[in-house]
């Protein structure tokens, strides 16, 4: 029985990623939390994506404090 939840939990989770209500949120989102713009995203910069990267664990990480509360 706890089989059959997880994968109905992951394949809620995943129909509500790709509907259509939230596909136009994620440039937005990532432009957020990465503090570019999705035109400077698309450049192949290694210092860009590290930037990226490192404000996507932060922002992840304080998310995970924030939900700890």
Same mark, same amino acid.
């Given at each position: 029985?706890?089989?059959?939840?997880?994968? /109905?939990? $992951?394949?809620?989770? %995943?129909? =509500?990623? +790709?509907?259509?209500?939230? /596909?136009? $949120?994620?440039?937005? %989102?990532l =432009?957020? +939390?990465?503090?570019?713009?999705?035109?400077?995203?698309?450049?192949?910069?290694?210092?860009?994506?590290?930037?990226?990267?490192?404000?996507?664990?932060f922002?992840?990480?304080?998310?995970?404090?924030?939900?700890?509360?």
């Amino acid at each position: 029985m706890n089989d059959i939840n997880i994968f /109905l939990t $992951l394949g809620a989770g %995943f129909l =509500s990623f +790709i509907s259509p209500c939230t /596909l136009p $949120l994620y440039p937005a %989102f990532l =432009s957020y +939390i990465t503090g570019v713009s999705v035109k400077e995203i698309t450049n192949e910069n290694a210092m860009l994506q590290r930037r990226s990267m490192l404000h996507t664990l932060f922002f992840l990480l304080g998310l995970r404090s924030f939900l700890l509360l």
